[in-house]
């Protein structure tokens, strides 16, 4: 039912910022859970970040401190503030919504973290 459109990605240098936005194509308010999924070549897709419909959030580790991740119901959009990014963050990242039905799946975007 919902579609999921990730933006934002793109080259940014070792220690710098990039925003992901994830627009959603209807409401998001009632929405179990969202969060943010990484996949760099050759390696599983990870967890990076996740919110509830509540607010509460989760963080992979190794990404605690540097990301957060928020929502605006307003405007159907989730998004990841990545700041002090590192080259392994390098990875195409997908936005995720978790319903009582399955999962759904954003195209990905790439971030590319330079040395």
């Known amino acids: 039912q919902v579609q999921l459109v990730e933006s934002g990605g793109g080259l940014v240098q070792a220690g710098g910022s990039l925003r992901l936005s994830c627009a959603a194509s209807?409401?998001?308010?009632?929405?179990?859970?969202m969060g943010w999924y990484r996949q760099a070549p050759g390696k599983q897709r990870e967890s990076v970040a996740g919110i509830t419909r509540h607010g509460s959030t989760n963080y992979a580790d190794s990404v605690k401190g540097r990301f957060t991740i928020s929502r605006s119901n307003a405007k159907n959009t989730l998004y990841l503030q990545m700041n002090s990014l590192k080259p392994e963050d390098t990875a195409v990242y997908y936005c995720n919504a978790e319903e009582t039905w399955g999962d759904y799946w954003g195209q990905g975007t790439q971030v590319t973290v330079s040395s």
């Open positions: 209807r409401s998001i308010f009632s929405i179990n859970a």
